[in-house]
């Protein structure tokens, strides 16, 4: 079966650096997409990597690591308003996309 | 910049009821998807279309039915609605099939409660 796993919820502290991991076993790979999705809201874009490495776009960076099968997207100088859902998605070899259940930041003053 | 728009943002109807709810983008995408959301359970995908009159069915198509008439237009319909309908659904598009094409842009989401 096919299958994704990041942890269910994370707290972290304002300012501070935050690391959140998605691992999966899917029916080949055609890239993997990183979403934020507030309380109540859709979920929006964030990336989406299909070589492995890392890419970065301002304080939100993700990884790919397409050997072990495993992801993560890295959040700096973490702000209030980064406390959302974020959401792992592969695409496998048929273009389905397989969702992550999302982990959960909590991020404190 | 992608719009996705969907016809309700909240809903309450009886059970047995028919539903439905609409979907529309403006940005000429081939894709659309039709999900649901549960605490606990992710993103659901009940059916997707990769053009007009055409449908497929996802992960918990049961209880459910689409139509796509026009490019820019899905519709999910619940037949008889009952209360595991109970949900957040929501509705995306993407540009095409392939790779980055495939990001997906969702619409604001309709919370529909079946009493």
């Known amino acids: 079966g096919q299958n994704i796993d990041q942890p269910t919820e994370m707290t972290a502290t304002e300012g501070a650096i935050v690391q959140i991991n998605c691992t999966y076993q899917t029916s080949g790979f055609n890239g993997l997409f990183w979403y934020q999705q507030h309380a109540g809201e859709a979920p929006t874009f964030l990336s989406y990597n299909v070589l492995d490495g890392l890419e970065e776009k301002g304080r939100f960076s993700s990884f790919l690591s397409r050997s072990k099968g495993y992801s993560y997207l890295l959040l700096k100088e973490l702000q209030m308003k980064d406390s959302a859902s974020y959401l792992c998605?592969?695409?496998?070899?048929?273009?389905?996309?397989?969702w992550g259940a999302g982990t959960k930041l909590i991020i404190k003053p | 910049d992608v719009k996705v728009t969907q016809s309700s943002r909240y809903l309450v109807k009886r059970t047995g009821e028919k539903v439905f709810l609409e979907c529309v983008q403006d940005m000429d995408h081939e894709n659309m998807f039709w999900y649901r959301q549960d605490p606990g359970l992710g993103l659901r995908l009940i059916y997707f279309s990769y053009d007009v009159k055409m449908k497929e069915k996802g992960d918990i198509p049961e209880g459910y039915s689409v139509s796509r008439e026009k490019k820019e237009r899905f519709s999910l319909i619940l037949e008889s609605a009952s209360t595991n309908q109970t949900s957040m659904y929501l509705c995306a598009s993407s540009l095409t099939t392939g790779a980055y094409q495939e990001t997906q842009y969702f619409g604001p989401g309709t919370r529909l409660l079946v009493l």
């Open positions: 998605a592969v695409l496998d070899s048929n273009y389905q996309l397989i």
